[in-house]
């Protein structure tokens, strides 16, 4: 039998889990579980680029894990763990530090944007983080790398490191692909229909552990436009917002968008809103009770990522032992 292809992806415990993170890719690794070897991990290494509070960041990591079970994805058949734990990311990143050029990481869009955005705290972490993330990929020799448009950039450079470091040594890396969900997978913010779902405009973002009250006011007061002619139509162009809640109710129900179109036809935003609102609310219900469930479960959540780490670092640390034997180190 053949080999499956190997998928990797993590994302940061830097806030909580949204709508955008469960419909755009959580949702579609859990999915995946079948036809691919999968890893998944909470980037918490990558977390502290930005000052968090520490309490914080180990409730939101648990959280993540508890959350990523609850959405479908079995630690029986995925390799979930935390980053921190596979002590061969830091070791691999800093080998890669070494075979990345300072000006490939000034290029980095959201290096870029970071440092704007924390100009008190422009740290070395900050501006490496793709030797990291690139540590991270190529550790597990993966096919595939779903990620979001946003981090597209970063898959490139890891690309770039591969031919690099291969060029050199020879084939020690495998070439990995990123994996960008289609536009349709992409969630936007309901109050910004123009950018992506994010936990900085909370008005705009559903978070997966929300109360459905909550949920529903959000929608409610979802940015939709002005059109009393034909409304519920799907024009992303001119009619981002109704796009929008359109796209997230077509994956939360499986309706088309002509289906959606044909069910609200000759009605207002005033029935459209609350109906997609209602909808997510039921998708999110047995999630939320799920994630709480096995939160409170620590027993259960660390024998997973106990088990997660384990099988991760040895497979990351064959990798590893090659990288240094290919550098020059002398081995242990
Ligand atoms: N940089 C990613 C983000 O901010 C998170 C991440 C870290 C990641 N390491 C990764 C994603 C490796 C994919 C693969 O969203």
């Known amino acids: 039998m053949d080999e499956k292809?190997?998928?990797?992806?993590?994302i940061q415990p830097s806030g909580d889990l949204h709508l955008g993170n469960y419909l755009g890719a959580i949702k579609n690794w859990a999915a995946r579980t079948e036809e691919f070897e999968c890893y998944y991990f909470m980037a918490d290494m990558h977390t502290i680029t930005v000052r968090q509070t520490p309490a914080d960041l180990r409730r939101r990591t648990l959280e993540q894990l508890a959350q990523y079970i609850a959405c479908g994805l079995d630690p029986e058949k995925n390799t979930l763990f935390i980053q921190?734990?596979?002590?061969?990311?830091?070791e691999l990143g800093w080998v890669l530090n070494c075979y990345t050029m300072f000006g490939e990481l000034s290029r980095m869009t959201q290096f870029k944007d970071k440092s704007a955005k924390h100009k008190d705290n422009i740290n070395?972490?900050?501006?490496?983080?793709?030797?990291?993330m690139a540590a991270d990929i190529l550790l597990y020799q993966p096919d595939f790398v779903p990620v979001g448009e946003d981090q597209k950039q970063h898959v490139e450079l890891t690309r770039n490191i591969v031919q690099r470091f291969n060029g050199?040594?020879?084939?020690?890396f495998k070439m990995p692909e990123p994996y960008i969900p289609k536009a349709g997978a992409r969630v936007?913010?309901?109050?910004?229909?123009?950018?992506?779902?994010?936990?900085?405009?909370?008005?705009?973002?559903?978070?997966?552990?929300?109360?459905?009250?909550d949920i529903q006011r959000k929608f409610k007061r979802a940015i939709t436009d002005s059109d009393t002619e034909n409304p519920v139509r799907y024009d992303p162009a001119s009619k981002p917002g109704v796009a929008n809640l359109m796209n997230i109710y077509s994956a939360v129900t499986g309706k088309s968008f002509d289906k959606i179109e044909e069910e609200f036809a000759g009605q207002g935003y005033g029935k459209f809103k609350p109906a997609v609102g209602e909808?997510?609310?039921?998708?999110?219900?047995?999630?939320?009770e799920e994630a709480t469930r096995i939160l409170a479960d620590k027993a259960y959540l660390e024998s997973v990522y106990k088990a997660g780490a384990e099988?991760?670092?040895?497979?990351?640390?064959?990798?590893?032992?090659?990288?240094?034997?290919?550098?020059?180190?002398?081995?242990?």
């Not at 921190?84 to 830091?90: D, E, G, K, L």
């Not at 909808?279 to 939320?288: F, S």
């Open 311 to 332: 099988k991760a670092s040895y497979v990351a640390n064959k990798t590893l032992r090659k990288v240094y034997k290919k550098v020059g180190f002398v081995a242990r």
């Open 188 to 213: 936007m913010g309901l109050t910004t229909p123009d950018s992506k779902m994010s936990k900085s405009i909370p008005e705009g973002c559903v978070f997966l552990m929300e109360r459905p009250e």
């Open 124 to 132: 070395g972490g900050l501006f490496t983080y793709p030797a990291l």
């Open 168 to 172: 050199v040594y020879g084939d020690v």
């Open 84 to 90: 921190s734990h596979v002590p061969q990311h830091a």
């Open 279 to 288: 909808a997510v609310v039921e998708t999110l219900r047995p999630i939320r």
């Open 5 to 10: 292809k190997v998928m990797l992806s993590g």
